[in-house]
């Protein structure tokens, strides 16, 4: 009996202190769960927050890789094969990378799903890479959101919104 509650104990412990870690993150983790044309997508990444500080173009500096997110690389899963903007990806969980720019972005899905940030990020693995044209938005996003819509997967922060068109 006293090893069971010993064990008990221990594991009410590990919880807590689990939780505690969690809640300190400045970028607190996040899941994107969505269906799109029939397809299951779930996105994980963490959440960084503007804070006051200018984002885009500043915080996230345009034409440099980043992880889309905080802390790990930004992974998204498909559970059926996709297109992604017309062009054809398997089923599987990558990477998500993206290059912001001013008039432009390439989003990139990446081989490597088990990576931190984009330290190690590695071009050779890159599985696919498209381009899409961001949006201004009116409202202000305070912290990073991907969110997956109707027929898109869609990344706001700031002023701007960037989306991706995903198909069976």
Same mark, same amino acid.
């Given at each position: 009996?006293?090893?069971?509650? !010993?064990?008990?104990?221990?594991?009410?412990?590990?919880?807590?202190?689990?939780?505690?870690?969690?809640?300190?993150?400045?970028?607190?983790?996040?899941?994107?769960?969505?269906?799109?044309?029939?397809?299951?997508?779930?996105?994980?990444?963490?959440?960084?927050?503007?804070?006051?500080?200018?984002?885009?173009?500043?915080?996230?500096?345009?034409?440099?890789?980043?992880?889309?997110?905080?802390?790990?690389?930004?992974?998204?899963?498909?559970?059926?094969?996709?297109?992604?903007?017309?062009?054809?990806?398997?089923?599987?969980?990558?990477?998500?990378?993206?290059?912001?720019?001013?008039?432009?972005? !390439?989003?990139?899905?990446?081989?490597?799903?088990?990576?931190?940030?984009?330290?190690?990020?590695?071009?050779?693995?890159?599985?696919?890479?498209?381009?899409?044209?961001?949006?201004?938005?009116?409202?202000?996003?305070?912290?990073?959101?991907?969110?997956?819509?109707?027929?898109?997967?869609?990344?706001?922060?700031?002023?701007?919104?960037?989306?991706?068109?995903?198909?069976?």
């Amino acid at each position: 009996m006293k090893r069971v509650v !010993t064990v008990f104990i221990i594991m009410m412990l590990f919880s807590a202190s689990a939780l505690m870690a969690q809640k300190k993150m400045k970028s607190p983790a996040a899941t994107a769960k969505g269906q799109v044309d029939g397809v299951n997508i779930e996105v994980k990444y963490h959440q960084p927050s503007a804070k006051g500080r200018k984002v885009m173009g500043g915080l996230v500096p345009y034409g440099e890789i980043w992880r889309t997110g905080a802390n790990n690389a930004t992974t998204i899963s498909f559970d059926q094969d996709v297109k992604v903007e017309g062009k054809s990806l398997s089923k599987g969980t990558y990477s998500l990378f993206t290059i912001p720019g001013e008039s432009e972005w !390439t989003v990139i899905f990446n081989g490597n799903a088990n990576q931190w940030g984009a330290y190690n990020y590695d071009k050779s693995q890159d599985v696919l890479r498209i381009t899409v044209k961001p949006v201004a938005i009116s409202s202000n996003v305070e912290a990073f959101t991907i969110e997956v819509e109707p027929s898109d997967v869609a990344l706001s922060w700031e002023n701007t919104k960037v989306k991706f068109k995903v198909s069976k």
